[in-house]
Structures are given as structure tokens and as C-alpha cells.
């Protein structure tokens, strides 16, 4: 891997995304809706004596949604290159595959968990109270979700040459990620065929990590689905696949 | 020594062969040009040599690296402006240059140097902090060529040039790529459909079809044609055609109504033709050979008609073939 190129990489992502400060806005408009107005609607058909009120269980999955959003949506840098050429010039550089898969996936990590970290500030107004050390643990899984996300987009955009096909596939996949991810209801609810289709989902895993770091005892209904360490271990797994497939998908064509 | 070897090549897309059994090699220090209509292979060979396309089979050696087998030492040792711009419109000039530096390993204590060097290579020192999107076509391709010398390249891709820029500024860029392998020890391996641009090169390859028709300096292709070329166009081409091969037996050909002929010495020849055929003449006119009548001479068409027919097929359905797989 070319530490260089990776750099270099990143840096302009950041670069384009400090100059877009619109994009910020836009993307944290997003879950604050869900969380102040959709959490709070439900809350009230939700019964109160499931362990917690309905806006503190949905927070981690609204700071998943914050992270599969922004992750999702800066794979869309690759379907830009290409259409633009830029891509072209990445690829004819003496830069291993691995690099570039690496280096556009930490860009996405690192919009990610500056718009997850906005929402997370939100806590006190939720009733929380996070210690230090839950507050770096959330950010920490923040870091590998948006990782394991980001580098996901990354496989999908590998596929698209231009921004209308890899929109619409964007949407048609976003959405059930995120109604099949935990961050509404909890996964030991839904019906059996549901809960295996959101076990195959990466999200799911992030969503319920954040869970144990939020609210460590949860009770009853609103515990997290599995424990820390499948959860992690499904992530950092799953990221390590991303990223291959991801490289070699970026292999020479033709 | 060459430093390009080409041995053998060759390409399918599917069943159709965009480069077909090419052979050649490049001087280190020289110019060469890939001279051809679109669609004839051209990109696509270069696509190959620089590790963007594996070949079907055969061969690519560039700066003594296998293409195929050391893509990453190849890519070290070249530098290209593709056809399409591949810049980033929303960074400044000197950031896209700064990206490349990285990407290519500069080392850090030379970067701003080298950066700053090519501009003022480029005249565009003074333009660096604007972003990209504010330059004209020309600034583009300059800061391209710029890009693509910061690494030091041994060889420097060129597909194309000067495609859509206008008479000025492609006038320039000529002037200032004909400088490029004595200022900056780089060899240019460059394609065009423009033949008149194509008299800037140490040597040509002309391509059709996928297939190498003729390889060699401008002034020996032109030899090819065999002289100067007449034009006369009659009031009866057909029996002036009869009455010109009859008497100077001089193959006549005919296109859109004028009838054109090779001959050693046109000027000469010219009054010579008019006094036999004499009162049929209604046009003459005499051509100086050009890489165009070479093209006429090896394949029987001129470049641009080949622009508008045919190619445009061959090009849709290499992309409609790629959107496949």
C-alpha cells in the first residue's frame, strides 16, 4: 500500500467536501427529522414501559442511518472520477488497487463520523448521561461502521459508470438497509424471514455495537440483538471483504 | 534503444478485432506518431501501453518493462494526456498538479519545485491558484502535459492532443510538444487523425483497421505517393481519362467528379496534359504531397470521409461491448 497515495487521496475528498459546506447541512437535516419528529410520533403508540423511552432507543440507529447515508453517498466520488476522467488519472498511476479502495474509503470514514459525531452531540437533549469513555467507544465504532459502509458503496460504484443508474440503485438499497438494520425496532421482534435478512446486513451489527456503548443495560425488548464482540468481528470482517472485492473489481477490464 | 516494443499485438472486443496483429517500435528521444481515422486502434493500443487493457496476445514492452507482467514499472516510467480531460475541475491548478506529485511518490522537498517548474513550462504560473474549471481548452491541455511531466517520464502519452482546440492554440501546443524530448529527455508517443499535425513527427505509423499500414518519417511516406498530385476536373472525365492514360500512361482515378493523378514533376506536367486534352480542362489544380494522399495511396479513401462512415460503428459497438462485460 502507497501511504502517499492514500494521503493524498483522502486530502481531496476533504478538500471538496470542506468547500461544499451545503453538503454538511443536508446531511445532518436528515436524522435530526427522524429523530425530533418520526422518533417522537411513534413514541407515543410505543408503550412506556419497554425499558426506555422510544427517542433514546432509536438515537444509535439514527446515528447509523447518519453514517449509511454519508457513507453510501461519498461512493458517489468513483462515479464522478469516472464520468469526469478523474478516475482515469488515479488508475494509471503506479498505486495499487488496494490503495485507492483504502484511500476513497477513509474519506468516506472520516465525512461519516464528522456528521455522526454532530448527531451524537445531540445526547443531553435526549436524556442521556455518557461518560467519557462511552463517548470514545461510540466514536470509535463510528469509525469502523462508516469503514465497513463506506468501503461497501465502494464495491457497489465499481459496478457504475454513470450517476443516474448508480442513484437508483443507491435508493432501492439504502432504504431496506436501514428498516432491516435494527434502528427502528429491534431485530428480536421481526418475523423469521426479516430477521435473516437483517442478520446478512452489516448495518444491523453497527447499529446494535452503538447500542451496547449507549445504553450498555438495556432491558427486556430494547437490548441489543448480539454481543459486542460478533458485532465487532462481523464488522471488521465484512470490511475486510469490501475492500478486496472493491480492489479487485478496480482490476483492468476488458 | 527502443524504449517502446510492440511485438505481435493484438485486441478483440467480442468478435471484433480493434487491433489486429501490430508490430513496431519507438526510439528513445524521438517523436512518434500514431497516425489514423477514429476507431482505427489507435486508443486502444495506447490504453494497452499503459497497463489500462490487457491484450487478446502478444507483446508490449515500454521503457524495457512488460506491460502485462510489471504494470506498476510501467506506470512509473510514463506520463499521459488522454483524449478526454482528466483533471479536477473543482481544485486549483495546482492542487490537481500536487495530487499527481503524491500519487507518483515525488519526494516532498522537491514537490513544490517541480510543481512550480512545469507551470512555468506551461505559461500558467501565474493562473495556479484558479480552479480548474475557469481554464479554456488549451490551459487544459497545457496543464495535462504539465501533469504529466512532474514524475520525470520516460515516455509521454499523447492520444490526441489537440482534439477540439482551435487553430491558435493547436499551433502552439504543437510548437511546444515538438520541444518536449530535448527539454525534458522524454520520448512522445502521440496519436491524431490530423495529418497535417502528424509532420511533427520523427516517425509515423499509419493504422487502419487495426492493421499497420506503413511505418516510416514523414518524407519517406510521402515518397510512397510517388510525386506531386494533379487534379483536373473536365467537362467529359471519361474520355479525357481515356485520352491522359493513353498518352502519359499515368493511372487516373476518379473521386467526386475530379479526376487526380500522381505524376514526378507536376509542374511540368501540367501544360503538357492541358495541350492533349485540351478545351475539356475545366479546374486544375496541383498538390504537393501530404500524409493525406499517403492515406489515399494505402487504402483508397481519404482520412476524413473514414471520420464520418464507417468508424463511428466500430466505436459504438467496442462500447456497447464493454458496457457488457
Redesign the interface.
Known sequence: M?F??I??IVA?EL??FL?EKSRLFSAIARPLLWLFIVGAGISRLVPRDTGMPYTQFIFPGIIGMTILFSSMFSSISIIWDKE?????????????RTSIVVGKALSGTIVSTIQASVILALFPFLGFQLSLIQIMLVLLICVSVSFCISSFGIVLATFY?SYESFSVIMNFIIMPMFFLSGAMYPVKLLPDILKIVAQLNPLTYGIDALKHAIFPDGMGQMSPDFSLLSCASVIIGTSLVFVFVASRSFE??? | MSIIRVENLVKKFGNITAVNDISFKVEEGTIFGFLGPNGAGKTTTINILCTLLSPTSGRALVAGYDCMKEPASVRKSIGIVFQDTTLDKDLTAYENLVFHAYLYDVPKIEMKDRVNDVLNFVDLYNRKDDTVKKFSGGMKRRLEVARGLIHRPRVLFLDEPTLGLDPQSRNNLWEFIAELPKKHAVTIFMTTHYLEEAEVCDRIAIIDNGKIIATGTPDELKKIVGGDVVYIRTSDNVNAKREIQRSFGFDVLEKEGELYMTCSMGDTCIPEMIRTIGEKVLTVRLQRPTLNDVFLKLTGKAIREEEVSGEGSILESIRAYRRRH
Open positions: 502507497e502517499n497515495a494521503y493524498v481531496r478538500k471538496k468547500r469526469f476522467g478523474f478516475m482515469k488519472e488515479i488508475l494509471v498511476a503506479p498505486v495499487s459508470e483492468r477490464k476488458g
